[in-house]
């Protein structure tokens, strides 16, 4: 075992994932590239997602109680880059339009999705905590959209990864990345340990 | 584009990074696979994570109000899938004899930290609210440990995610899965959407 070294409190773990936040309305969506999210409970549905409290996201949030969170292929990594980097106060035109990205209505929420990305959730706010300059917001998964394309056959509701391909964040080094091959499968593998007595 | 359909309301996001939980103390240590959790803030570097109210690290995390955060490379799937199966109250022996992991003392927390993964952090908590079954326990990230291993030179706090070789966790499908390649910087392939005027 090799030496360890402190580093201070760092706000980094490996890997995130890196999605995309929609708020307000199709016709007027604020876009934000989220990679400080993650599912929380199941009873219900839960994510939780760190907000900066000056973002116009969540302007719209706190308006409409909700948004979507959307999954982009590692192809998108250039449009989530560009929304992650600039405030939409300070460009000439809207994101979606630079972007190309294209929003439709939510069916179980006011959030508009982006439907471009294969894979979206509409979530209704169910409870917020101001840390510091972020607002952490939890909220219910209302609906869960996919495209045909990523779902491994007509009935199921799992998702292929390699149909997905989806977009990953690396915190420190900065870089996108790839998902990838499979190791082994969960609730299976650690039963290796389990005495055969 | 292709059609989407709706799947319901799911605890999916695509991917979850899979880490393990170390509560109690260095002798007496409960250890918990989690994949709900993130970052959520930097001000202060916080972390949330869903905890099953139900479970022993509950207990442990309620009675010192701290706990480690530590990450697997992907060839401690199995290590990390055992102790997710299994509650410690059902087992013959204390999971870490099991699986071979050893604990030291923290150094800025009560938490004890997992020799065994390259990456450490240590949590102290700071806000608690219950989604059902499940507590999003908020917690602030007091000190990092990084085998000098994975560290990219003797300066840097940054980690080389060939050398960690992270543990990934696939919701639905069930899966561990390992991180793939580098897509692109960030904080600079989505430039070459801003207008050059």
């Given at each position: 075992?090799?030496?360890?070294?402190?580093?201070?409190?760092?706000?980094?773990?490996?890997?995130?994932?890196c999605v995309l936040i929609a708020?307000?309305?199709p016709?007027y969506a604020g876009l934000m590239t989220?990679?400080?999210?993650?599912?929380?409970?199941?009873?219900?549905?839960?994510?939780?997602?760190?907000?900066?409290?000056?973002?116009?996201?969540?302007?719209?949030?706190?308006?409409?109680?909700?948004?979507?969170?959307n999954i982009p292929t590692?192809e998108m990594a250039d449009v989530a880059d560009y929304i992650g980097l600039y405030t939409s106060?300070k460009l000439s035109q809207p994101k979606p339009l630079t972007t190309e990205l294209t929003l439709?209505?939510?069916?179980?929420?006011?959030?508009p999705i982006i439907n471009e990305c294969?894979?979206?959730?509409?979530?209704?706010?169910?409870?917020?905590?101001?840390?510091?300059?972020?607002?952490?917001?939890?909220?219910?998964?209302?609906?869960?959209?996919?495209?045909?394309?990523?779902?491994?056959?007509?009935?199921?509701?799992?998702?292929?990864?390699?149909?997905?391909?989806?977009l990953?964040?690396?915190?420190?080094?900065?870089?996108y990345?790839?998902?990838?091959?499979?190791?082994?499968?969960?609730?299976?593998?650690?039963?290796?340990?389990?005495?055969?007595?």
């Amino acid at each position: 075992m090799t030496t360890k070294r402190t580093l201070g409190p760092l706000e980094r773990i490996f890997p995130m994932p890196c999605v995309l936040i929609a708020s307000g309305t199709p016709e007027y969506a604020g876009l934000m590239t989220a990679s400080w999210i993650n599912v929380v409970s199941n009873t219900p549905p839960t994510i939780a997602v760190g907000i900066r409290s000056s973002r116009e996201t969540y302007q719209h949030v706190e308006a409409t109680q909700a948004f979507s969170v959307n999954i982009p292929t590692s192809e998108m990594a250039d449009v989530a880059d560009y929304i992650g980097l600039y405030t939409s106060t300070k460009l000439s035109q809207p994101k979606p339009l630079t972007t190309e990205l294209t929003l439709s209505p939510g069916t179980a929420s006011l959030a508009p999705i982006i439907n471009e990305c294969p894979y979206n959730l509409e979530c209704i706010v169910s409870h917020v905590t101001e840390v510091g300059h972020y607002y952490v917001v939890l909220a219910e998964i209302v609906e869960t959209h996919a495209s045909e394309a990523i779902l491994v056959d007509e009935e199921s509701d799992l998702v292929s990864m390699d149909a997905l391909d989806p977009l990953i964040y690396i915190a420190g080094a900065r870089e996108y990345r790839r998902l990838g091959p499979k190791v082994a499968d969960a609730y299976s593998v650690g039963k290796r340990f389990v005495d055969p007595t």
